[in-house]
């Protein structure tokens, strides 16, 4: 079945860096637009930034712009989040989202792995 | 690009309908009928129960509905029932080919 399977958070200290994994399997990955979107604990659904099927076209949201970086490999069906320059408020459950082909839409979502931003 | 606007928290008696708003801007909800709403359970991920405004994915009860006028989209959900007790969220395309989420909104079955 569709599964997407994050993993890389833990607890750092602000102003470091962390990088986030996501494996994908059960679909053709390298056809569709993947997102990274974030949830504080006990908060809210913020979004994060999102990817093209192909890489050519990346976009994130003004609290992460700069700091955080997305990319793929669609050789090994696999999204990244490169986050440096961590924040307190970045602290959060990170899901992988899968965007529906041609459509705006989230169809399919990752557990989410915790990233701590704490000394 | 400030979240979309959703009240906090409804309530509703089973049986009985409720709707939960999504205000936005001319330059997101107003803009495109590309709104999406998202269920939540605790501990869960989100799941997708309306996209592009009004459609329901298939699956997902017809109980579900979306509508929208100006810059304010809604999800009426009729003859509510325990297991729909949950947080909803709504979210949208921007002219920044960003997306944006609602704050979230709490629906009690009383």
């Known amino acids: 079945q569709e599964q997407l399977v994050e993993s890389g958070g833990g607890v750092v200290q602000p102003g470091r860096s962390l990088r986030l994994s996501c494996a994908a399997s059960?679909?053709?990955?390298?056809?569709?637009?993947m997102h990274w979107v974030r949830q504080a604990p006990g908060k809210g659904l913020e979004w994060v930034a999102v990817?093209?099927?192909?890489?050519?076209?990346?976009y994130y949201a003004e609290s992460v712009k700069g700091r955080f970086t997305i990319s793929r490999d669609n050789s090994k069906n696999t999204l990244y989040l490169q986050m440096n320059s961590l924040r307190p408020e970045d602290t959060a459950v990170y899901h992988c989202?899968?965007?529906?082909?041609?459509?705006?839409?989230?169809?399919?979502w990752g557990q989410g792995t915790l990233v701590t931003v704490s000394s | 690009q400030s979240a979309l606007t959703q009240p906090a928290s409804v309530s509703g008696s089973p049986g009985q309908s409720i709707t939960i708003s999504c205000t936005g801007t001319?330059?997101?909800?107003?803009?495109?009928?590309?709104v999406s709403w998202y269920q939540q359970h605790p501990g869960k991920a989100p799941k997708l129960i309306i996209y592009?405004?009004?459609d329901r994915p298939s699956g997902v009860s017809s109980r579900f509905s979306g509508s929208k006028s100006g810059n304010t989209a809604s999800l009426t959900i009729s003859g509510l029932q325990a297991e729909d007790e949950a947080v909803y969220y709504c979210?949208?395309?921007?002219?920044?080919?960003?997306?944006?989420f609602g704050g979230g909104t709490t629906l009690t079955v009383l």
């Open positions: 059960g679909f053709s990955f390298s056809d569709f637009a």
């Open positions: 979210s949208s395309y921007t002219t920044t080919s960003t997306r944006v």
């Open positions: 001319s330059s997101d909800v107003g803009r495109y009928n590309y």
């Open positions: 989202v899968r965007e529906e082909y041609n459509n705006v839409y989230f169809d399919c």
């Open positions: 592009d405004v009004s």
């Open positions: 990817i093209s099927y192909d890489a050519s076209r990346k």
